[in-house]
């Protein structure tokens, strides 16, 4: 998605970034693995907790 992104970016602000794949290739996996089963974890937790 961000290399067919990328002439739009040019297109639009003159300037692209190269680290966004890096950073993609970072977060995506550590959403998937970390904040999506906690996310889903504290949905079944009680609301009234406190």
Request: proline residues 10%; contains cysteine.
């Amino acid at each position: 998605m961000t290399i067919g992104l990328v002439p739009v970016l040019i297109l639009m602000f003159s300037q692209t970034s190269l680290i966004s794949p890096v950073a993609n290739a970072i977060a995506i996996p550590l959403i998937c693995i970390v904040v999506v089963p906690l996310a889903l974890l504290g949905s079944f937790l009680p609301v009234d907790w406190y």
